[in-house]
C-alpha cells in the first residue's frame, strides 16, 4: 500500500549526533537537549529543514549535538544570522539556542530587534544566571549584589526579567520553563512550535560548577508548589501545595496574593489569558515574582497570533512588486534613465 | 516697468572651446547638488565626457550662510576624454559670501565669477566672517565678475505666480543653472522634464521652477551681462548607448546583475552610513528584480544577517564605510572560518572614528586586508571609477561563489557620489556564473575541497542527507567537526590562505599604461586612477617614460607584479593615505617605491601629481 513508500517517523535518535557533548556532567543543558531531540520527531517537520543557530556560550554548542542544520555563529549575533536565513528560506525551521549573556547582554540588541520585527524563529533561552564558558562572571540576569568571579564585593546593576523585556520588545510568544521539568518543558517547547511568529522560551537552567542551586527554589521538591505558578491559559492563577493560593486584582489594578477559603474562591481571582490583545497583561505577569511572597510564573505569557511573520511580509513586498510591475527587465534597468548614443 | 521680453537682445560672441571645469558653490539649503547634477546629465546627454566632484558638509543644515554649511558641485566637461573633475576651475557660482570665500581661490585668473549679490549684506557678510565686501573691495579684481541679483531677479520672473517669499527664493539655483545654460549654450530640455518629473504632483512649483530656469536664460540673453558664449562641441568617445553614472548606483547595478549572473536571490543586509547609504537607496527599488534589502539594526546585525542569507544559499552583501567596517570586523572573520560567500563594500571616506564623513579617502586598505583577529585573509578589489564600480561588483560576486570566500570590495566618497558617462553593456557580454549547491548525499563531507579552488561544497538547509553543523570554532579537514589538535589548525589555517592566495589564477597579467619600462611606475588603486591618467598623459607629452598600473586587485596582488617593478628605475605610489599601498608593496616586493600622501578629505589634483613626477625624474 501506500504507505509502504512513507519514510519510517523520525525518532528521538535521529536528531542526536556523534559528537561527544561535552557539557560538564550534571548541567541542566543535557535536560534541555533531550527534551528538544524528543519534541522535534514529532512536529512533523523533515529532519533537512530544521536548522539550529547558536551564538556563543555553554548553551551555544547545542547545534552541535543535534542532528540537523546547525550554525554556530559569534557572540550575540544568532538572531539576525537566523534572520538572513528565514528571510531567504522562509519555510525553514529555525531555533536559536542561546544564553543570558549571549542573549541578553552582548546580543541583546539583536534579541529586541528580532522579537518587535516577529521573525518566525523560535529562542531557547537558557538563563543560568552566570557567564559559565568564561567560568563564573555575574550575568545581566544574575541578582543584585552577585558575588562572582569578576564581582568578589558584589554586583551592581539590577538584572533583567527576560520575560519582561520580550514582553517590552513586542514579542509575540513569550514561555517560561525549568530543565528539569521535563513534562512541562516539552509541551512548552511543542508550543512554541505551533506559534507562527518569534516564539521566545526561557528555560531556568541550573550551572551546578559556577552557579549551582539559582533555582533551587523552584526546583526543589518540597518547596516547588509554593513558589511556582503554572500558568495555563483559561485557568485561574492558583498555586501552592495545597492549590489554596491564588493571584487576585486589587481596585487598583495591582496584583495581590490571597489565601482561598473564607469567602474567597477560584472565581475571585485572575484568569490567565495568553491570547490578551495587549501586551500590559502578560508584563504585569511577569514582574509578579519580584514582589515578597509572590510566585514565579512558569508557561506561556503571551500568544499573539495576530501579526504577520517578518520574512512573510518580506517576500510577499517583493511579490507585490513583481505583480505590479512585472519582473524587472535588466536589460532596460541598465538603460533606464536619460541615455545617449555615441555614434 | 519694463519687463525681460521688452529688452532687446544683444549680439553676444560665440566661441568654440574644448573643455570647462564650472563649479556651483552655495548654501546647504541652496539645492547645489541638484544644480551641479541637472548640468551634468545635460552636459552628458550632449555627448561631452564629464567627471564630477560633489563635495558637501557632513550637516544636513549647518547654519546658513556660515563657513561650514558650503555645499559645492565641480563637473569638468569636455570635447576629449577626461579623468578628473578638474584641478582649477573656469566659473564658480557663488550663491552667497560663505561659497565665495571657501571656493574663490580655486578659480583661474580671468575666471567667470558670478555671485548672488543679493545675499551680501552686512548679516551675511558677517555669517560668513569677512569683513569687507569682495564685491565693492577689488579683491575679485582678476576674475570676469558678474554680480547677479539672483533673488530679486527669480522673484521677478515668479511673482504672478501668487508663491511665498520663501519658495520663490528656493527657484534661485535654476535661476543661476539657466544662465549657465546660456552660458554654455546649453538645452534646458533635459532640466525641464525632470522638473516636470520631479513636482509631478505640484503644478505651481514644476512652473515655478521652470519659469526660474528660463527666467536665468533669457537674462544673459537679454542683457549685456556676458559679451561671451561657449560651445564644448561633444567628445569623441568609444561608440555605444551611454548614461551618466555614480559608483554607489555602479554597485547596485553591478549586484542585481550578478544576481542574475549567477541566478541566486540578492540580498543585502545594510545600516545607514555616509556615504555608502545611497547603495541600500538604489537597491531597495529593485524589489521586482528578487532583491531583498534589509536595514538591520546595526553593523553587525547587517553582516550577520547577510551571513545567514548566505548560509541559506542567496548572492549576500552588506555595504557601509569605515566605521562600519571596524563593527563587522568580527563577523568577516566567522564568514572566513565558515567559508561562505559574501561581498562587503566599504564606500571609505575620512578616519580615524567619525572622522569627515561626506570626504573621501584611501585609508581602510589595511584594515580590509589584515583588520580582523587572527589569520584571516580575504581577497580584496578596488573600483578606480564610478562606472568601474560595476564590474567590481560583479567580479567580487563571482570570485566570493567560486571560492566559497567572503569578498572586500573598496570603493570611496569620491566615486560613489562622482559621476562620468558609462557605456553601457550588452547582458550577453558578461559570462554567466550559474552556481551548483551540493545535494549528493554520498561521500558529503562539509570541507572537502575543490582542487582547483579550494572551495568547499555550498550545502544550504533544506537539503535532505547533507545536515551537518559549521561554526566559527576550528573544524577539522574535511569533516567540519570541532578539533584543537595542533597540526589540523595549522593545516587549516594555510588552507584558508591558499584559498584566498588561489584566487591571483583569476588575475589577468597586469600590463602598465604608458611606457612598458622606463624611468618610473606609478602605482595607484582606487579612485586616484583619473588623476594619475591625467598626470601620466601630461608627462609622457613632455617626453618623459612613464608607466602606470592601477591595481584592481589588492589580495591576491597580480602575479606578475614583482617582474614588472623590475622594469622601471623608481616606483611612485600616490594615495590618499599615509601610504598603505605603499607599505604593502615595499613589504612583499622588497622594492624602494616611494609614496606620494595626501590625507585632506579630497582627491589629488593633477599638478599635484605631476610635480611628484617631476621630483623623483629629478627635474
Not at chain 1, 533551587?216 to 501545595?241: I, M, N, W
Not at chain 2, 561608440?239 to 540578492?266: D, E, I, W
Not at chain 2, 564606500?347 to 589595511?366: F, M, N, V, Y
Amino acid at each position: 500500500m501506500g504507505t509502504a513508500t512513507l519514510p519510517p517517523p523520525l525518532t528521538k535518535k535521529d536528531f542526536q549526533t556523534d559528537q561527544e557533548v561535552r557539557w560538564c556532567p550534571g548541567c541542566g543543558d543535557y535536560a534541555i537537549l533531550s527534551a528538544v531531540q524528543a519534541v522535534f520527531p514529532e512536529l512533523g517537520i523533515k529532519r533537512e529543514n530544521f536548522v539550529i543557530v547558536s551564538g556563543i556560550g555553554c548553551s551555544s554548542r547545542f547545534p552541535y549535538y543535534m542532528n540537523t542544520f546547525g550554525f554556530h555563529t559569534i557572540h550575540g549575533r544568532a538572531p539576525a544570522v537566523a534572520t538572513g536565513i528565514k528571510a531567504i528560506r522562509p519555510e525553514l525551521e529555525v531555533w536559536v539556542a542561546t544564553g543570558d549573556g549571549d542573549a541578553l547582554s552582548i546580543g541583546g540588541n539583536h534579541t529586541i530587534h528580532m522579537l518587535r520585527r516577529n521573525v518566525g524563529i523560535k529562542v531557547l533561552l537558557f538563563n543560568n544566571k552566570i557567564y559559565g564558558l568564561t567560568k563564573g562572571q555575574y550575568s545581566p540576569t544574575s541578582e543584585l549584589n552577585k558575588k562572582a568571579k569578576s564581582t568578589p564585593f558584589g554586583s551592581l546593576d539590577r538584572p533583567f526579567n527576560p520575560v519582561s523585556l520580550a514582553i517590552g520588545s513586542e514579542a509575540t510568544f513569550v514561555a517560561r520553563s525549568v530543565d528539569v521539568f521535563q513534562g512541562h518543558l516539552k509541551d512548552t517547547l511543542k508550543h512554541a512550535a505551533a506559534h507562527k511568529g518569534s516564539a521566545y522560551v526561557e528555560i531556568l537552567q541550573n550551572c551546578n560548577i559556577f552557579n549551582d542551586g539559582a533555582w533551587f527554589s523552584l526546583t526543589d521538591r518540597d518547596a516547588r508548589s509554593e513558589h511556582v505558578l503554572q500558568l495555563e491559559h483559561g485557568k485561574p492563577l492558583v498555586f501552592g501545595k495545597n492549590r489554596d493560593k491564588g493571584i487576585r486584582r486589587k481596585p487598583d489594578g495591582d496584583f495581590e496574593v490571597v489565601q482561598l477559603g473564607n469567602g474567597i474562591t477560584e472565581s475571585d481571582l485572575v484568569v490567565h489569558d495568553m491570547h490578551h490583545p495587549r501586551p500590559s497583561y502578560a508584563f504585569q505577569l511577569s514582574h509578579m515574582e519580584h514582589m515578597t511572597d509572590f510566585p514565579t510564573p512558569i508557561g506561556v505569557f503571551r500568544a499573539w497570533g495576530n501579526v504577520p511573520r517578518y520574512e512573510d511580509v518580506m517576500n510577499q513586498q517583493v511579490q507585490n512588486v513583481i505583480a505590479k510591475r512585472g519582473r524587472g527587465d535588466l536589460s532596460k534597468l541598465l538603460r533606464a534613465g536619460d541615455t545617449w548614443e555615441v555614434k | 516697468m519694463s519687463t525681460l521680453a521688452e529688452i532687446p537682445p544683444v549680439k553676444h560672441k560665440r566661441e568654440v572651446i574644448d573643455q570647462a571645469v564650472i563649479r556651483f558653490a552655495g548654501d546647504s539649503g541652496d539645492g547645489m547638488q541638484i544644480t551641479g547634477n541637472q548640468f551634468t546629465n545635460t552636459a552628458a546627454l550632449y555627448g561631452n565626457d564629464i567627471a564630477t566632484f560633489p563635495d558637501y558638509p557632513a550637516e544636513i543644515r549647518a547654519p546658513a550662510g556660515t563657513i561650514p554649511g558650503v555645499s559645492g558641485f565641480q563637473l569638468h566637461f569636455s570635447s576629449n576624454e577626461v579623468h578628473t573633475p578638474g584641478d582649477a576651475i573656469d566659473v564658480l557660482i557663488a550663491m552667497n559670501p560663505a561659497a565665495l570665500k571657501v571656493n574663490v581661490a580655486d578659480l583661474k585668473a580671468n575666471g567667470i565669477l558670478i555671485v548672488n549679490s543679493d545675499s551680501f549684506t552686512e548679516n551675511d557678510l558677517r555669517k560668513a566672517q569677512v569683513t569687507s565686501n569682495a564685491l565693492e573691495d577689488h579683491s575679485l579684481d582678476k576674475f570676469r565678475l558678474f554680480p547677479v541679483e539672483l533673488e530679486r531677479l527669480t522673484r521677478r520672473s515668479l511673482e504672478h505666480l501668487g508663491l511665498d517669499a520663501k519658495s520663490m527664493d528656493r527657484c534661485k539655483n535654476f535661476f543661476a543653472l539657466g544662465m549657465c545654460y546660456w552660458l554654455y549654450n546649453r538645452s534646458m530640455e533635459p532640466t525641464v522634464r525632470w522638473i516636470e518629473d520631479k513636482f509631478k504632483n505640484k503644478p505651481l512649483l514644476i512652473e515655478a521652477n521652470k519659469l526660474a530656469l528660463k527666467g536665468g536664460y533669457s537674462y544673459c540673453e537679454a542683457t549685456e551681462a556676458f559679451q561671451i558664449s561657449y560651445e564644448i562641441p561633444p567628445a569623441q568617445l568609444t561608440p555605444g548607448l551611454y548614461r551618466s553614472m555614480s559608483g554607489n548606483q555602479a554597485l547596485a547595478l553591478g549586484f542585481v546583475t550578478a544576481s542574475q549572473k549567477s541566478g541566486l536571490t540578492l540580498f543585502q543586509g545594510s545600516y545607514p552610513i555616509t556615504p555608502a547609504s545611497d547603495i541600500l537607496h538604489e537597491l531597495s527599488q529593485y524589489k521586482d528584480f528578487g532583491v531583498m534589502t534589509f536595514q538591520a539594526e546595526d553593523e553587525i546585525a547587517a553582516v550577520t544577517s547577510a551571513i545567514g542569507a548566505a548560509y541559506a544559499g542567496a548572492l549576500a552583501i552588506t555595504t557601509t564605510s569605515g566605521p562600519g567596517m571596524a563593527l563587522k570586523t568580527e563577523a568577516m572573520g566567522l564568514a572566513v572560518a565558515v567559508e561562505i560567500p559574501l561581498v562587503i563594500c566599504d564606500i571609505q571616506r575620512g578616519g580615524p572614528s567619525t572622522g569627515l564623513p561626506t570626504k573621501t579617502e584611501q585609508a581602510d586598505l589595511l584594515q580590509a586586508l589584515f583588520g580582523r583577529n587572527s589569520e584571516a585573509p580575504i581577497p580584496v578589489l578596488a573600483a578606480s571609477t564610478p562606472a568601474d564600480c560595476f564590474w567590481v561588483a560583479i567580479e567580487a560576486s563571482r570570485i566570493a561563489i567560486k571560492y566559497m570566500v567572503p569578498v572586500i570590495i573598496l570603493s570611496d566618497g569620491y566615486l560613489a557620489n562622482g559621476a562620468e558617462p558609462w557605456r553601457i553593456p550588452e547582458l550577453s557580454d558578461i559570462p554567466d556564473f550559474p552556481v551548483t549547491f551540493a545535494t549528493d548525499p554520498i561521500g558529503f563531507q562539509p570541507y572537502r575541497r575543490d582542487p582547483q579552488t579550494l572551495a568547499r561544497p555550498w550545502a544550504v538547509p533544506g537539503t535532505a542527507g547533507l545536515e551537518h553543523r559549521i561554526g566559527g570554532l576550528e573544524k577539522q579537514d574535511p569533516t567540519g567537526n570541532i578539533n584543537y589538535e595542533p597540526l589540523n589548525h595549522e593545516n587549516m589555517v594555510r588552507i584558508r590562505a591558499a584559498k584566498v592566495a588561489a584566487v591571483a589564477q583569476e588575475i589577468p597579467n597586469e600590463l602598465p599604461a604608458g611606457d612598458p619600462e622606463g624611468d618610473l611606475l606609478i602605482v595607484g588603486w582606487g579612485s586616484t586612477a583619473g588623476s594619475i591618467t591625467s598626470a601620466l598623459k601630461a608627462q609622457r607629452a613632455k617626453g618623459r617614460k612613464i608607466g602606470h598600473l592601477h591595481l584592481r586587485y589588492l589580495n591576491p596582488l597580480p602575479s606578475n607584479l614583482g617582474d614588472i617593478f623590475k622594469r622601471y628605475k623608481r616606483i611612485l605610489v600616490p594615495e590618499l593615505n599615509m601610504g598603505q599601498l605603499l607599505w604593502v608593496l615595499r613589504a612583499k616586493y622588497l622594492v624602494d617605491a616611494v609614496g606620494l600622501n595626501k590625507i585632506q578629505g579630497r582627491p589629488f589634483k593633477q599638478a599635484e601629481l605631476e610635480q611628484k613626477i617631476e621630483e623623483m625624474l629629478g627635474l
